[in-house]
């Protein structure tokens, strides 16, 4: 068997740096939570990051996640287990219409809408196998053509038109920055979706979440007030000594 064991010296590593940057921002530990994406890695990984504590799975495929988040991938860490509660997958990569179907019988929440058409058609779905789906608007702060997501000068009339739909709960932002070289120079995007955010906080209390900050630049997404963050290879990497 392979030695995972590197897999809790990086999620410590992890949670430092969420403890230091939530206590440089005033903010309190728990109104963050860790995304682990697993899309590189496979189902032991998976397993033993649930072992060791982790809910929150984040991935980019539907095809990928099928395959690793089967229940058996679960059963024996959470039979047991002090905290005994299922996962929660994410869905973080753009998603086609024609696997809204797939998408909606495995994922929790999805954090890429960013069109209407993709909203009508994921309520359809929700409806139809009788759930409320929570969702988040992907929005293009940094207009990277590169990028999925809505332009800021689109998202009002794209969020008042998702807040219409009875099978979706619309619960906040999501945000990718550019690839910077330095962490710092992601904070304007961060600020600038949180400034969004907070805009439209009369929604209610369902309006509670922000997903901002990766590998590169999660600290920093904390300090601008991300409630959300999704991590891969700062977790699933074997860290190299240096
Ligand atoms: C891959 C990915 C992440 C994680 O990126 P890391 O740099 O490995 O932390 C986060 N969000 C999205 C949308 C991704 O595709």
Same mark, same amino acid.
């Given at each position: 068997?392979?030695? /995972? *064991? ?22 309190? /530990? ?6 682990? @994406? *697993?899309?590189?890695?496979?189902? &032991?990984?998976? &397993?033993?990051?649930?072992?060791? %504590? ?12 099928? +395959? ?7 059963? !024996?860490?959470? *039979?047991?287990?002090? +905290? ?5 997958? $994410?869905?973080? %990569? $753009?998603?086609?219409? !024609?696997?809204? #179907? ?14 209407? $058409? /993709?909203?009508?058609? /994921? ?19 940094? +207009? ?21 739909? #009875? !099978?979706?709960?619309?619960? %906040? ?6 690839n910077f070289p330095e962490p710092e120079q992601a904070r304007p995007v961060f600020a600038q979706l949180r400034e969004l955010f907070e805009k439209y906080r009369q929604i209610g209390p369902q309006w509670s979440e922000l997903s901002m900050g990766m590998t590169n630049d999660f600290e920093i997404a904390i300090e ?6 999704? @991590? %891969?290879? &700062? ?8």
């Amino acid at each position: 068997m392979t030695d /995972l *064991s590197y897999l809790a010296e990086n999620l410590a590593v992890v949670q430092d740096r969420m403890k230091k940057a939530a206590e440089r921002a005033g903010r309190k /530990l728990q109104e963050v939570k860790l995304i682990a @994406v *697993s899309k590189t890695v496979g189902r &032991a990984e998976v &397993a033993e990051m649930a072992r060791l %504590g982790l809910r929150n799975f984040g991935e980019n495929r539907i095809a990928d996640a099928e +395959e690793k988040f089967t229940s058996t991938t679960f059963e !024996n860490i959470i *039979s047991g287990s002090i +905290e005994d509660t299922a996962p929660t997958l $994410h869905l973080i %990569g $753009h998603l086609q219409t !024609n696997k809204v #179907k797939r998408a909606v019988a495995l994922f929790d929440i999805i954090h890429s809408v960013d069109n209407l $058409h /993709l909203a009508e058609v /994921l309520d359809k779905q929700a409806e139809a196998v009788g759930k409320r789906l929570p969702i988040l608007l992907q929005v293009n702060v940094a +207009e990277e053509a590169s990028k999925q997501g809505t332009s800021v000068a689109e998202l009002p009339a794209l969020l008042e038109q998702t807040l219409e739909f #009875k !099978n979706l709960e619309v619960r %906040g932002l999501m945000t990718i920055a550019p690839n910077f070289p330095e962490p710092e120079q992601a904070r304007p995007v961060f600020a600038q979706l949180r400034e969004l955010f907070e805009k439209y906080r009369q929604i209610g209390p369902q309006w509670s979440e922000l997903s901002m900050g990766m590998t590169n630049d999660f600290e920093i997404a904390i300090e601008e007030g991300a409630t959300l963050i999704r @991590v %891969g290879r &700062a977790l699933f990497l074997p860290q190299q000594a240096d």
